[in-house]
């Protein structure tokens, strides 16, 4: 009795693993950690030299003795840290202890009752509550900022926005400047751009690596594809790019529609993001057979650094990962194509009264 399981069937199973491994909770490392996971813990009594993360919780309840960088949805220092702390999150709260600077931007910062920040603070998020100390100075930029009645803050305070509450916890001067939210974003951004590169990265190579091992012959099709026809390919990817959205976008006109479009947006970004995989590991194929360099492994991984470097070059670099993503989606859509009706093709050919996977499949 066979067996048959669908290409869309396995590609699916495929993005399910990779979802699982850039969501399962991990605990920090020994020393020193970079990690991009779900949920990044520090855990109660654990001492780490420091922390660089890009996840969807970063929560210190140990001690760092160096810095914690993190590019998250929340970051949550309930412990102690050593060194700086710079913070990119929906939701910056600091209850403990941090002995060094503080920069952080994101919807919400809060620096609780009891919480002290050894050095300076500069801010930028929707709003922002002060109810701990601060050694240093303070620049925030917010629409509003709240001094909570245990707030201190030991220099001066620069601000951008409202300014409410115990203005009396500032020892030093207290200065609005409408430019200060402008002016914090070039200290979180070089870090969170980095950052989201390595992890961009990581992602698409767990996700090549999967597609690799489980249909080697279907992505050496592509790669043959790219390399025989790229013409018709990128053509073929324009049209899918462009014909796609335009189809839901009927769909989601007629009375059961919506649902059905939700499902095939999903589906369709999923799509999108397997071409772009798909279109480097077949454009870097192409190349290294010019050097009888024909592995596929290799590949993938050439192509994914190539399309990264790519990356940094403003407006050219952006071009030409376009047009390699379009080839990506093009072979893509035309192998899934060519699969379909090779299905089909054996349902016609197969006698009547035989069910898929009896003996005629055998």
Do not use: C, K
């Not at 925030?140 to 620069?158: H, K, P, Q, V």
């Not at 050097?291 to 050219?316: M, S, T, Y």
């Amino acid at each position: 009795m066979g067996f048959r399981t669908s290409i869309g069937a396995r590609v699916a199973i495929a993005l399910l693993v990779v979802v699982l491994l850039g969501t399962m909770p991990a605990s920090v490392a020994a020393q020193s950690d970079e990690r991009a996971g779900g949920t990044i813990v520090v855990e109660e009594g654990e001492t780490v030299d420091e922390v660089e993360a890009f996840a969807g919780n970063v929560i210190v309840r140990g001690t760092v003795t160096g810095d914690v960088s993190a590019f998250a949805g929340n970051v949550q220092i309930d412990g102690e840290v050593g060194g700086d702390v710079e913070a990119v999150s929906g939701n910056v709260e600091i209850t403990g202890t941090v002995d060094g600077d503080v920069s952080g931007a994101g919807g919400n910062f809060v620096v609780a009752e009891d919480a002290t920040i050894g050095g300076s603070l500069e801010a930028g998020a929707g709003t922002v509550e002060i109810d701990g100390t601060i050694a240093g100075d303070a620049a925030i930029g917010a629409e509003t900022i709240r001094l909570g009645e245990n707030a201190a803050i030991d220099g001066d305070l620069r601000y951008g926005g409202t300014l409410e509450g115990n203005t009396d916890a500032v020892a030093g001067e207290i200065t609005e400047d409408s430019r200060i939210g402008v002016g914090l974003e070039p200290t979180v951004q070089p870090f969170a751009e980095w950052l989201f590169a390595v992890y961009a990265f990581v992602l698409n190579l767990l996700l090549g690596a999967i597609l690799l091992a489980l249909f080697p012959r279907f992505s050496d099709g592509v790669a043959r594809r790219v390399a025989t026809d790229p013409v018709r390919t990128g053509l073929a990817g324009l049209g899918v790019l462009v014909g796609v959205p335009i189809l839901l976008v009927a769909i989601a006109i007629t009375i059961i529609g919506i649902p059905v479009t939700v499902v095939g947006a999903f589906l369709f970004a999923l799509l999108v993001w397997i071409g772009v995989v798909y279109g480097r590991f077949a454009v870097a194929a192409w190349l290294l057979s010019y050097a009888d360099l024909e592995n596929r492994w290799l590949a993938l991984v050439v192509g994914l650094l190539g399309g990264a470097l790519l990356g940094q070059i403003p407006f050219v670099g952006g071009l030409l990962n376009f047009v390699i993503f379009l080839l990506g989606l093009g072979a893509l859509s035309m192998g899934l194509y060519g699969h379909r009706r090779v299905i089909q093709e054996r349902e016609r050919d197969r006698p009547s009264g035989v069910e898929p996977g009896g003996p005629a499949s055998d």
